[in-house]
């Protein structure tokens, strides 16, 4: 794509944050995103969503507090369909333009792993794909309470982008949060085709993209020194 910056292909991931555009305000605006961002520019969004939901006449506060759940748990099986459908789709290795997409929405990160400006989501992107779903959006939470089903999924997204950051820039001192960054962790640096849960492990279970027997259990130290072998 010729708005892209030269990216050569690696045989590993490598530190550092590389130009992604060669064009400046597309680099500064549209590239480099910081992980406040999206509570930042989302939670305002969700919270007027509510507002919208209850201003209706026929809403209620327990439907629309459960429509907004329903919501957040829907997220987790939206996260799921776009890491692994859209975000690790296999371009033909023969056409220029779908090998410089699949690096543009995430071909980058698996490159640069532990570059802090690209781990959450441009919220250009987050628009274009909320615009995009906002049909199915709308029959799934109705004429009265689609705007709070979109807020719950809005929470759930930014659950996900800030635990995405979270496993890649923080130490866990939880077993949970250590359990996620090794179970991420392992998506990176171990077999990129499975782990595709972010959140949550519960649709890698469902749809049998979870560790396989023959992957060894590995501790935190050992995910520190594969990390660090990289």
């Not at 530190?15 to 930042?40: A, N, Q």
């Not at 490159?111 to 802090?116: F, G, H, V």
């Amino acid at each position: 794509m010729f708005f892209l910056a030269p990216h050569p292909h690696l045989d590993k991931p490598r530190r550092g944050s590389p130009r992604m555009f060669r064009i400046d305000w597309v680099e500064t605006y549209f590239s480099r995103v910081k992980w406040w961002h999206v509570p930042l520019i989302w939670t305002p969004v969700a919270v007027a969503c509510v507002v919208l939901t209850l201003r209706q006449p026929t809403a209620t506060v327990p439907t629309t507090i459960g429509v907004l759940a329903v919501g957040i748990a829907a997220w987790t099986l939206l996260e799921y369909l776009l890491h692994r459908y859209l975000f690790h789709f296999t371009p033909n290795p023969q056409s220029e333009w779908q090998v410089d997409l699949s690096w543009l929405i995430h071909g980058i990160h698996h490159d640069y792993p532990w570059d802090p400006d690209r781990l959450v989501m441009p919220p250009f992107a987050t628009f274009v794909i909320s615009a995009a779903l906002w049909p199915l959006f709308h029959a799934l939470g109705g004429a009265v309470y689609d705007t709070s089903f979109f807020a719950g999924l809005l929470l759930g997204y930014m659950w996900y982008d800030l635990t995405h950051y979270y496993v890649h820039h923080a130490v866990p001192t939880t077993r949970w949060g250590k359990w996620l960054r090794r179970y991420h962790l392992l998506h990176h640096f171990d077999a990129a085709e499975l782990r595709y849960g972010i959140t949550s492990p519960l649709w890698d279970w469902v749809f049998r993209t979870g560790p396989r027997d023959t992957t060894p259990p590995l501790d935190d130290a050992a995910v520190t020194a594969l990390e660090r072998s990289h």
